[in-house]
């Protein structure tokens, strides 16, 4: 099914099996049961469903321990794997490209949420063809707990309440609101939120106040988003350089940073253009680094 990269593993393996040579059992082919959930798209492909994991391969042998777990996902071919640190890359043959929207997203939320449940990993990503997997033009990125909702089955959509910074009346400051929405369970919250930042403000949920401002140059599209080690990087495309002229360009920023960092998984955020670090955003110098939250900018008075 997939070729193994050993190399990754060995010193691994090797301490183990000199440290432990003394007092191995004998019986190395113990199963472990109850431990690790398989998951699976359910007969109708409307949702996820789980099983016990039941091997007879040890967990101490970690490469031997991942094949048995993928090899439960007959459909779907992995070519080669690695695991470095605490995320695990998948690559995967281009018949992945043939399974398209809930079935897709089903299938990879399935793998995510079984490899997940390994010690020390965090994330996980799809190759295929040795390229980032991309989809509707956008590379998936890399994967955590986060990344699925567990209402996939209940018609692809969901409330709940979010945070937002838009711009004040004079386009100066920052304006915090708290609003309910309904969102597409299959796409990033952080996209989500960044999407509402482009629209104007009495559209957003319940809100009613229409001297907000919109933050997001017109005509601005996401390429990537994606959140690691509690840095949250967007790629936008070339038409966010070209700035709105009735907001500065630090309240610009700034109502997406504080706006993302509202997620419980996001300190900071990292921006790039068409998939470059641009190192000035008009009068924003250091564009090119990655922001923390700033409320200085937050007007005492809004209201969420």
Known sequence: MMKRKYWLFAFLILAIGVGCLACKNTDSNETEEGEIQIYQSNPEGTALESYPFQTKVSKIDRVEYIDAMLEEFKNLDVIDYQLVENQITLHLSSTYLNYKGIDEILLRASVVKTLLQLEDVEYVEFYVDDAPLTMDGKVVGVMSELSFMDQLGQGGHKNRYVTLYYAGEKGDTLEEVTTEISFDTTKPMEEILIEKLGKDAEKIGSLQDSTYLNTIPVGTKVNSVSTRDNTCYVDFSEEFLGRKSDVTNEVTIYSIVNTLCELSDINKVQFT????????????????????????LVDVTSKG
């Open 273 to 296: 253009v068409g998939g470059h670090l641009v190192k000035q955003y008009g009068t924003v110098e250091r564009f090119d680094q990655a922001f923390e939250r700033n409320l200085n």
